[in-house]
């Protein structure tokens, strides 16, 4: 039921910008792109999420394409803490399913 | 408080005991949700609840067993379970599935479990 498609994983230099892709092509009109990190196995962390318009908050930001299949996740000066597994995940309803796609293990490097 | 919290941490259990699994949150989320993940792993959805009533069940064997007392409580219980049923069990909770607005999930801790 995976409908996301992340490369496995990426390095980063530190203090860099991180930039995530994920393929999300058959996305429907009116479900949601959500961004989540998971650190040593603890519980999912959220990180943003978007539907068709860009999107900033404290954390990240979100690129989503004009034609919706494809999102960028940035983290504009990666961290240390920042080293996780980040999923990119789409939204389904009626009961606000997550279905989690295989991830990004990002590293970032001193 | 955006807290969800999952007793216990840690649980070893046999192929023949019954236990159970605990989570609650306090921010008044109406739709709650049982996960499972596997070492190295993304997440599996198990279940879903919304309004207290079970709403998704993905297909998921009867000897794990979901149970939503209150719109803050929710338990999994377990039995009869086999090795190959150790995994990382993840709870979460969002607002009213049905309304508009933001419908981010909050995920606890988990709970270690391992069937020897």
């Known amino acids: 039921d995976a409908k996301t498609t992340q490369p496995t994983s990426m390095d980063c230099a530190e203090g860099r910008a991180a930039n995530l892709p994920c393929n999300h092509s058959t996305i429907s009109g009116n479900e949601y792109v959500y961004w989540y990190r998971q650190i040593h196995s603890q519980g999912p962390q959220y990180i943003i999420h978007g539907l068709k318009n860009n999107e900033t908050n404290e954390m990240a930001s979100l690129i989503i394409t004009e034609d919706r299949k494809s999102s960028t996740l940035i983290l504009p000066h990666a961290t240390l803490r920042d080293t996780a597994v980040y999923y990119c995940?789409?939204?389904?309803?009626?009961?606000?399913?997550?279905?989690f796609g295989t991830g990004t293990s990002l590293t970032v490097i001193p | 408080d955006t807290e969800v919290t999952q007793t216990p941490k840690h649980l070893v259990m046999g192929m023949t005991n019954k236990k159970s699994l605990k989570c609650e949150q306090h921010?008044?989320?109406?739709?709650m949700y049982w996960y499972k993940q596997k070492a190295k792993k993304p997440p599996e959805l198990m279940f879903v609840?919304?309004?207290?009533?079970?709403?998704i069940n993905e297909s998921v064997p009867s000897r794990f067993s979901p149970e939503c007392p209150n719109s803050s409580l929710l338990n999994l219980h377990l039995h009869a379970l086999q090795p190959e049923d150790s995994a990382l069990y993840l709870c979460a909770s969002s607002q009213d599935p049905v309304s508009q607005g933001t419908h981010e999930q909050y995920f606890g801790p988990g709970t270690r479990l391992t069937v020897t």
């Open positions: 609840y919304s309004y207290e009533k079970l709403s």
């Open positions: 921010m008044g989320h109406r739709a």
């Open positions: 995940i789409v939204r389904v309803g009626p009961g606000n399913q997550f279905y």
